[in-house]
C-alpha cells in the first residue's frame, strides 16, 4: 500500500506543480512586462527563470517528502492528502514571495530600463 500511496503522491503533486508553473508563466509575463517597464526581452527571460526556480524548488520538496511512510488501507487518504496539502501551502507561499520580490525589483529595473533609455 506505501508504494501505491508514493505513487498517488507523486502523480497528484508533480501534475499540480507542473499545472501552477505553466499557469503562472503564461499569466505572469503581463505583469512582468509591465514590472519591467515595457521591456518584452527582459520580462521573458525572467519569466523562463522564476520557472525554473519553481520546477527545482517545488520538485524538490516534493522528493524530500517521500521518506518515512507506512500507509495502510485506513490512513491512505489522510496521509496522502496531508502530503499534497503540504506541497500546496509551499506552492502558494513561493507564489506570494515571488510576486512580492518581483513588484520589489520590479520598480528598480523599471527605473534603470527608463534611465539608460533616456541615455542617463
Known amino acids: 500500500m506505501t508504494h501505491f500511496a508514493y505513487g498517488l503522491y507523486l502523480a497528484i503533486s508533480v501534475g499540480m506543480t507542473i499545472w501552477v508553473a505553466r499557469a503562472l508563466s503564461s499569466n505572469g509575463e503581463i505583469f512582468l512586462i509591465r514590472c519591467f517597464g515595457q521591456d518584452q526581452e527582459l520580462a521573458t ?3 523562463r527563470l522564476l520557472v525554473i526556480g519553481f520546477y527545482l524548488v ?7 517528502r517521500l521518506h518515512d511512510w507506512k500507509v495502510d488501507t485506513v490512513s491512505l487518504i489522510p496521509e496522502v492528502g496531508s502530503r499534497v496539502g503540504i506541497s500546496l501551502l ?6 506570494f514571495f515571488n510576486m ?3 513588484a520589489r525589483f520590479g520598480r528598480v ?3 534603470w530600463a527608463r534611465d539608460q533609455a533616456a541615455g542617463v
Do not use: Q
Open 90 to 95: 509551499v506552492l502558494g507561499l513561493m507564489h
Open 100 to 102: 512580492v520580490m518581483i
Open 109 to 111: 529595473v523599471k527605473d
Open 58 to 64: 517545488n520538485l524538490g520538496f516534493i522528493s524530500y
Open 45 to 47: 527571460s525572467t519569466n
